[in-house]
């Protein structure tokens, strides 16, 4: 699934097919940046879980996805891959390449992960990268007339202990640092159905509510609510935008 805020109600969206541990957050500036989101040019976002990232055959092929669809800005969930890092990935046969930031478990476990595959044209706008956890992850992206904040996230299970629940208070320190000017975009896999809209939460889901709610769709239902969001495309998976 996807989230949107209530403010933008025609979101481009497309799509291409970690415990809140701390980390040491790190910044890195582009001192040639370029502009997202031109006049006259649509920009495609992606959101995918792709099981795993470990293998240079699976990146090369998951980034072979990713340009077929056109996307520029790619959220992966459950990536795996360790630590923190940044690598380009070619994408076969063709004259192009994407560029993964990557957030993932220090203990050797490979477990959780997230990352950020952006195209050759949007690393050009790349501003500030932050690496928080396995299951979080931020970008900062220069757009010609704004400044656009991504987050990735990979939600906890529902089974998973109420300790790691705290997911929620980590994602919500994040969003609560992100300048006001910003728009906001947090997208990933969500673990949650959010169960059908009413007459409190129309203005939240809309037409993409799905499912029975569960413990996790009431508390992203409870987080799209608190910062002013809406969900949009129904799947498991969710975008943010403010």
């Given amino acids: ?16 097919g970690a415990d809140a541990l701390a980390a040491p957050v790190r910044r890195v500036l582009n001192q040639q940046t370029g502009m997202l989101m031109r006049h006259g040019r649509t920009h495609f976002f992606g959101f995918w879980n792709v099981r795993s990232l470990m293998h240079e055959e699976t990146q090369a092929l998951t980034m072979h996805t990713l340009s077929k669809y056109n996307i520029d800005i790619a959220c992966l969930s459950e990536a795996r891959l360790p630590d923190s890092g940044y690598r380009r990935i070619k994408v076969p046969q063709h004259d192009a390449s994407y560029h993964l930031y990557h957030s993932g478990p220090t203990d ?19 501003l500030a990268w932050e690496p928080i956890s396995p299951r979080l992850a931020h970008i900062r992206l220069r757009g ?7 987050i990735v996230v990979y939600a906890p299970i529902l089974s998973t202990s109420d300790e790691d629940k705290d997911f929620y208070d ?14 906001l975009i947090v997208a990933g896999d969500w673990n949650a159905r959010t169960g059908p809209s009413n007459t409190t939460n129309d203005h939240i889901l809309g037409r993409f509510a799905i499912g029975n709610q569960c413990a996790n769709g009431e508390r992203l239902v409870n ?7 809406t969900v949009s495309t129904a799947s498991s998976s969710y975008m943010v935008l403010q």
């Fill in 223 to 229: 987080f799209a609510a608190a910062n002013h969001l």
């Fill in 170 to 183: 980590a994602l919500q320190a994040v969003v609560d640092r992100i300048p006001a000017s910003d728009i």
């Fill in 108 to 126: 050797n476990s490979g477990l959780h992960g997230v990352a950020f595959a952006l195209n050759d044209r949007a690393n050009a706008s790349f």
């Fill in 1 to 16: 699934m996807y989230i949107a805020p209530s403010s933008m109600t025609n979101p481009t969206t497309a799509s291409a």
């Fill in 144 to 150: 010609s007339a704004i400044t656009i904040s991504v």
